[in-house]
């Protein structure tokens, strides 16, 4: 390789000759970076990999959800957002709702929900962060708890793996099959308390929906919106919180919160459900390459069951093929 002393011998000589192994050496790099840019999307095409991710957009808005869901009753009106509070958010999909038990304040559960599509580079507020900057002083560390939520009218859905649940439109009365989530609800569950009323305690449980898989950590959801082979990606946080008074200073609000919110999560969740997106479709849609949107899910658990059953079969061989 000529060194500098060489080159500006050369240069003095032959200008020309310098300029033109110059232009020769930025042509072959410009040359090899394209090779290599297309071998790599070649690649990422053959083998399905996406880098970046496209949006899913909601089937409804999240305030469709139905102000009364079996005896759980809104109270007073949902809360609304200033421009300040919904940048701080980053999306303008939420629903901030409370709900008690035959409309009773004593047992009034508030439900944050907000959904995020897209690339996603961030993973909302939690109540850890956010109560302790309020100034409210913590009890009781974060811990899992896992909500039993009533599954014993959901049937399994045609998709391997997945469930389904009949929602009935409050309007229309028409009964939807919703494909619900996969995995267990787990909310990470957190106490503070009021420093100036140490008995008023405040409890939060939040989880995560993620490209159709329930996820009770922001580190679940960074693994599900990353996953190479999704083409889409979205998730929705559900925050649950429950304010009330313990009757010593050693008490704790934890039992009541599990107890109720199992009660109101078990009606809730095929609502929040029948907002987001149905994901089966969705992988179905991202494997085939498609880029319309999918139809929204009708027909009724025993519909779905019976399409299951039938799937089943006809890949088994025992099921008729003809008329």
């Not at 896992?146 to 009218?153: C, G, N, W």
């Not at 008490?251 to 907002?275: A, D, H, N, W, Y």
Request: overall charge negative.
């Amino acid at each position: 390789m000529l060194d500098v002393k060489v080159l500006d011998l050369i240069a003095q000589e032959d200008p020309m000759r310098v300029e033109a192994s110059v232009l020769r050496a930025y042509w072959v790099a410009v040359v090899t970076l394209a090779v290599a840019g297309l071998g790599f999307y070649g690649l990422i095409r053959q083998f399905n990999v996406y880098l970046s991710k496209e949006r899913v957009e909601l089937r409804r808005p999240l305030d469709a959800v139905p102000t009364q869901i079996g005896r759980w009753q809104r109270v007073g009106t949902d809360n609304t957002y200033s421009d300040i509070l919904l940048e701080e958010l980053g999306t303008r999909s939420y629903l901030d709702r409370v709900y008690a038990i035959d409309g009773d304040p004593k047992t009034a559960l508030h439900v944050h929900v907000a959904y995020y599509t897209g690339t996603i580079d961030a993973v909302p507020h939690i109540p850890e962060r956010c109560w302790a900057v309020g100034g409210l002083e913590l009890t009781q560390n974060s811990t899992a708890t896992t909500l039993e939520i009533d599954r014993s009218k959901w049937a399994p859905a045609p998709t391997d793996g997945y469930f389904i649940s009949n929602v009935i439109d409050p309007v229309t009365a028409d009964i939807e099959a919703i494909t619900m989530p996969r995995g267990d609800v787990v909310a990470t569950t957190i106490e503070f308390q009021d420093p100036k009323s140490p008995r008023i305690r405040q409890v939060g449980g939040y989880f995560f929906i993620a490209n159709g898989k329930l996820e009770s950590t922001s580190y679940g959801v960074r693994q599900a919106a990353f996953n190479l082979t999704d083409r889409y990606a979205y998730y929705c946080k559900v925050q649950i919180t429950k304010k009330g008074q313990v009757e010593e200073d050693d008490g704790s609000l934890i039992g009541p919160f599990k107890e109720q919110s199992t009660q109101l999560l078990s009606v809730l969740l095929p609502e929040v459900m029948r907002c987001l997106p149905d994901w089966p479709e969705w992988e179905a849609k991202g494997r085939a390459g498609q880029t319309t949107q999918p139809q929204v899910v009708s027909g009724s658990v025993s519909d779905a069951a019976s399409q299951s059953t039938t799937e089943s079969k006809a890949a088994s061989g025992t099921g008729n093929t003809g008329s």
